[in-house]
C-alpha cells in the first residue's frame, strides 16, 4: 500500500502565498516524477507541475513565474511554493507519484486552496 498525503491548503488573501506539501509512504520505491494537478468544480482536472527524479520541472503557463516545485527525495516528499496567488488559483490540488514500476501514478486525496479577492 502506498499513501499519498498532502498538507498546507488553506484560505488565503490574493497576492498571498501557500506552501503545500505532500508526502509518500508506505511501499513506495523507485519515484520517479512528481506533481501537483488541480480541479476546480465543472472543469477538467490540470497539471500545475511536476518534477522529474533528476529534478527537471514543468509547469503550466497560468503558474510560471509564481509557484516552485520541488522535492526531497531522502523523505519522499514533493513541495509547491505558491506565491502571488489569484483567486483563478482557487481549487483541490492532488499530489501525484509515479513510482513502483507503475505507469499510473498514485493521487493523493486533495487539499483545498481558496484565493479570496
Known amino acids: 500500500q502506498v499513501q499519498l498525503v498532502e498538507s498546507g491548503g488553506g484560505l488565503v488573501q490574493a497576492g498571498e502565498s501557500l506552501r503545500l506539501s505532500c508526502v509518500a509512504s508506505?511501499?513506495?520505491?523507485?519515484?520517479?516524477?512528481m506533481g501537483w494537478y488541480r480541479q476546480v468544480p465543472g472543469k477538467q482536472r490540470e497539471l500545475v507541475a511536476h518534477?522529474?527524479?533528476?529534478?527537471?520541472?514543468n509547469y503550466a503557463d497560468s503558474v510560471k513565474g509564481r509557484f516552485t516545485i520541488s522535492r526531497d527525495n531522502a523523505k519522499n516528499t514533493v513541495y509547491l511554493q505558491m506565491s502571488s496567488l489569484k483567486p483563478e488559483d482557487t481549487g483541490v490540488y492532488y499530489c501525484?507519484?509515479?513510482?513502483?514500476?507503475?505507469?499510473?501514478?498514485?493521487w493523493g486525496q486533495g487539499t483545498q486552496v481558496t484565493v479570496s479577492s
Open positions: 518534477i522529474s527524479s533528476g529534478g527537471s520541472t
Open positions: 508506505g511501499n513506495i520505491f523507485s519515484i520517479r516524477l
Open positions: 501525484t507519484v509515479y513510482s513502483n514500476g507503475r505507469l499510473t501514478p498514485y
